[in-house]
């Protein structure tokens, strides 16, 4: 089955707006075991019905995104009634959700609104429950006299309407194409800790005596997700392997990254977590407060550049500043410890290091960082770690590995 | 003149990778005033050969990413040589620069490698000084034989290697083929603290006079590029008319985002900010560790969910908050004097409010927040403001408001 995507929208073409939609489509359909042939964008206006028209003849099908809004550069309703030769005819239901959305914010239906009730002969309405317009599935027969065989959909451009309606409605009617639709399962196995060529190697081979398991490898932030997918039994004999072979380089089976794992440990046994930040700057608290809940794990944050800072507020000695350097192990275990203590906290997580792209020295170049974790009635451990690059990258891989000291802390396993 | 982009590799169809060089080109080439007709992504393979055909039997101009590097499925150097006619030769500079480059880091060019330095007879090389592959330019002469008329850029998929490559070698290659390339300039006014609307009301009916001039706005994160390009007097113009009407709105021209121009304007003055977030929880902070030469500014920076944090950490009264709520202008203004103090720093930037999901009251709503500024010898200041919806939003429109205040009180001018 082959499947084409078409985006439309002027704005991507300008670079106005990243289109994400594309990324995003192409995951959920290889969970599906399905892949996009080809992605197009055209610019609103009639470069849809040529954008539209030549996917059709190509695939079988074709998943459009965007141009089903009320202004008169959103043509995708007309373009594909008009290539398929269907006449538009108000639909009662849509008619009905319009007017009860509009009445609710004391408006009436105007005309231009009007035209998203309006529906091609013969499809299919996808609602929106987060949008005025509605998605429309044109099955493959529609277009048959026209020479064209593609099942056709229009899904809204707005990725929070986008997505339920692709998850809700579009996917269940993909896998009833697919001979295999209903046995399918797709999962996510995400890793940290070890990067992707050393996940390759211990579970490829494996994995490939698996005949009909389809294997993905997508690079997330500071974590590689292993994507399996194919029959259920397959994916789950895949799983099997991937869990002996990986273990606790795991952090999750559901897609959740290492902070939303680790602010449900803390939640779990109400444990409270500090954090002392030279380097990173704030980057790993913003990670545990961009989780909901994180209110009731994290006790203070605190972000000390300067050695007078550290000195002041997480007690590091000034002779041990003197001796070692602020970017060491001595400081970096004292910035934990006195975290910990100040804040009266169960953990303390802290790094000290050279962001770059200045203050680097021959013997602690740019990318050289400490990590640590302290605990109440527990070892401090630290560890050593080099991540040269653009600072954004340093910050992520830096702040990741704290979290992964700490989430190996909670669970009681050992870091490797 | 209509311009193509053909995207190529299977990891962009699969959503690995998101298409931002897509986006990227689409704003360099409205700045030169140039539009994209179309872009397209095919998969690594034959496909790209299809793909590059089509883009250039419709344009004047195809600009191919990725399929440039030393493994088998690159083939957009094969794939144009064989649409061409023309042959591949191997290039002494190229090979030269390979050598060196292998040499530096120990290793002989292999064949794999070697395959980077042919080159269709005819073609222009574009020198990557940040990666092996050279960039390729086929001129629109070579394929007319075969009845194509094109230029075909042959461009590297990594943005690092992309992006200089566009600006110093592709873009003055486009202005040369363009009537008014070399007198065309392109101006971005960011502004922040205003609405895109509001900012259409006050200068769109204005620059639409001066003809010929072209006008967009790029949406960036918590604030507007208001773009001008055209000929370069009319861009002037066009400016002079905007930094009258948008005024203190404009945070930079140079496209530096607030946390630059505000690292920058310290770093003038010599002078240190301290941070106190509550529902930011470190989002602040991290955008001002972002820019390079923050250690010279920031002085200390604190996240402090917890009231006790807040009390302990900032001297916020225990009865300020039993009294006013932690979400109230008296306890913004005590975490800001009281961070101020703390700190010993010049200037202290506050935030707390209900980031939500969950916190909100029906007269504190989620999304309300207060933030304040603190100054040596200056009045403390607060804003209330409401930024419903999602937490990173919340968080980022918050930082932007107070990143605002601060860039103001440095400049002296008061917050509208």
């Known amino acids: 089955m082959r499947i084409e995507l078409v985006n439309t929208g002027t704005e991507l073409l300008l670079g106005d707006t990243i289109n994400t939609n594309a990324a995003w489509i192409g995951q959920r359909l290889a969970a599906l075991g399905l892949e996009v042939s080809r992605q197009t964008i055209v610019p609103d206006g009639r470069a849809v019905f040529e954008g539209i028209e030549e996917a059709a003849r190509r695939s079988g099908v074709v998943l459009v995104t965007g141009g089903l809004g009320p202004t008169n550069?959103?043509?995708?309703?007309?373009?594909?009634?008009?290539?398929?030769?269907?006449?538009?005819?108000?639909?009662?239901?849509?008619?009905?959700?319009?007017?009860?959305?509009?009445?609710?914010?004391?408006?009436?239906?105007?005309?231009?609104s009007r035209r998203q009730a309006m529906v091609p002969r013969g499809a299919r309405v996808l609602e929106n429950p987060f949008g005025t317009a509605p998605g429309l599935h044109m099955p493959a027969g529609l277009g048959a006299e026209r020479g064209l065989h593609a099942h056709i959909f229009l899904l809204p451009g707005p990725p929070r309407e986008l997505k339920p309606m692709m998850e809700n409605l579009v996917e269940p009617i993909l896998r009833g194409m697919i001979p295999d639709g209903d046995t399918r399962a797709a999962l996510y196995l995400k890793c940290t800790g070890i990067g992707e060529s050393d996940i390759v190697e211990r579970?490829?081979?494996?994995?490939?005596?698996?005949?009909?398991?389809?294997?993905?490898?997508?690079?997330?932030?500071?974590?590689?997700?292993?994507?399996?997918?194919?029959?259920?039994?397959?994916?789950?004999?895949?799983?099997?392997?991937?869990?002996?072979?990986?273990?606790?380089?795991?952090?999750?089976e559901d897609r959740r990254v290492i902070e939303e794992v680790v602010v449900a440990l803390l939640r779990e046994r109400k444990q409270w977590v500090s954090t002392a930040e030279s380097c990173t700057g704030g980057f790993l608290v913003n990670r545990l407060t961009d989780v909901s809940g994180s209110s009731e794990v994290l006790a203070e944050g605190f972000v000390t550049y300067a050695n007078g800072a550290k000195q002041k507020l997480l007690g590091v000695l000034p002779e041990t500043l003197a001796m070692n350097g602020a970017v060491s192990e001595?400081?970096?275990?004292?910035?934990?410890?006195?975290?910990?203590?100040?804040?009266?906290?169960?953990?303390?997580?802290?790094?000290?290091?050279?962001?770059?792209?200045?203050?680097?020295?021959?013997?602690?170049?740019?990318?050289?960082?400490?990590?640590?974790?302290?605990?109440?009635?527990?070892?401090?451990?630290?560890?050593?770690?080099f991540f040269p690059g653009a600072r954004d990258r340093f910050k992520l891989l830096t702040s990741q590995a704290a979290l992964e000291m700490l989430?190996?802390?909670?669970?009681?396993?050992?870091?490797?």
Request: hydrophobic residues 40%.
């Open 330 to 385: 001595a400081v970096v275990r004292e910035m934990a410890e006195g975290c910990l203590r100040t804040a009266g906290a169960d953990h303390a997580l802290a790094a000290t290091g050279v962001a770059g792209p200045t203050g680097g020295t021959p013997d602690r170049p740019v990318g050289t960082v400490w990590v640590a974790i302290a605990s109440r009635g527990g070892p401090t451990e630290a560890r050593k770690l």
């Open 407 to 416: 989430r190996r802390r909670l669970l009681g396993i050992s870091v490797e």
């Open 203 to 252: 579970i490829q081979a494996g994995l490939e005596q698996i005949g009909g398991l389809e294997l993905g490898y997508c690079i997330g932030k500071g974590d590689v997700d292993v994507r399996l997918s194919g029959h259920r039994d397959l994916v789950e004999q895949g799983a099997r392997l991937v869990r002996e072979r990986m273990g606790n380089f795991i952090v999750s």
């Open 73 to 112: 550069d959103d043509v995708s309703r007309e373009c594909t009634a008009e290539l398929l030769g269907l006449p538009l005819e108000l639909n009662a239901g849509v008619m009905q959700w319009l007017s009860d959305y509009f009445g609710k914010r004391g408006k009436p239906v105007n005309e231009a």
